[in-house]
Antibody
Framework: QVQLVQSGAEVKRPGASVKVSCKAFGYTFIDRYIHWVRQAPGQGLDWMGRIDPNSGVTEYAEKFQGRVTMTTDTSAKTAYMELSGLTSDDTDFYYC??????????????WGQGTMVTVS | EIQMTQSPYSLGASVGDRVIITCRASQDIRNYLAWFQQKPGKAPKSLIYGASSLLTGVPWKFRGSGSGTDFTLTIDSLQPEDFATYYCQQYYAYPLTFGGGTKVDI
């Protein structure tokens, strides 16, 4: 079954870092971008960045530059998003999403179930 | 950064209704526009890409149209499972940006 499965909820102290994983099943992992999107409870969607698992090339939203690192382990078919310098404003749901095919690789056709990160 | 503006913010509808949601981009994004549905406590679900192309498995009742700066999502014959929040997203340029969402409730 084609799916993205994310790691479980996290509680972190202010100033700490969090690393969320996203494991891919049922498709060729290196063929599609992995995007990360976050959402405050009850609020809208905010794109953080994306990684091309085939090359490791990343594109980050400017607001997260310097604080976010996206990586992949292609042998494990897993993508990771690490966010450092956490504040209470980073208390959100974090989603990974699979990029669609070219020329629409910067939209999404499959989402992970989400990971709640609480900073307190 | 391209701003995406959705309207209305929310709307009330009944089963069987047709609803129309609009999304406006702050600059020309050609047809690099997608739509998503999100239900409470769930991850978003992708519906449409390229402004009007349905993803596999998405019912024909969802129709997207538009190009340039103005886009619409039409949902025909609203059913109980369609009550949700809908988001548009532009992917013409980085950073990718979303509209603020339109909540469709009973």
């Amino acid at each position: 079954q084609v799916q993205l499965v994310q790691s479980g909820a996290e509680v972190k102290r202010p100033g700490a870092s969090v690393k969320v994983s996203c494991k891919a099943f049922g498709y060729t992992f290196i063929d599609r971008y992995i995007h990360w999107v976050r959402q405050a409870p009850g609020q809208g969607l905010d794109w953080m960045g994306r990684i091309d698992p085939n090359s490791g090339v990343t594109e980050y939203a400017e607001k997260f530059q310097g604080r976010v690192t996206m990586t992949t382990d292609t042998s494990a078919k897993t993508a990771y998003m690490e966010l450092s310098g956490l504040t209470s404003d980073d208390t959100d749901f974090y989603y990974c999403a699979r990029g669609y095919t070219w020329p629409d690789k910067d939209t999404f056709d499959l989402w992970g179930q989400g990971t709640m990160v609480t900073v307190s | 950064e391209i701003q995406m503006t959705q309207s209305p913010y929310s709307l009330g509808a009944s089963v069987g209704d047709r609803v129309i949601i609009t999304c406006r981009a702050s600059q020309d994004i050609r047809n690099y526009l997608a739509w998503f549905q999100q239900k409470p406590g769930k991850a978003p679900k992708s519906l449409i890409y390229g402004a009007s192309s349905l993803l596999t498995g998405v019912p024909w009742k969802f129709r997207g149209s538009g190009s340039g700066t103005d886009f619409t999502l039409t949902i025909d014959s609203l059913q109980p499972e369609d009550f949700a929040t809908y988001y548009c997203q532009q992917y013409y340029a980085y950073p990718l940006t979303f509209g603020g969402g339109t909540k469709v409730d009973i």
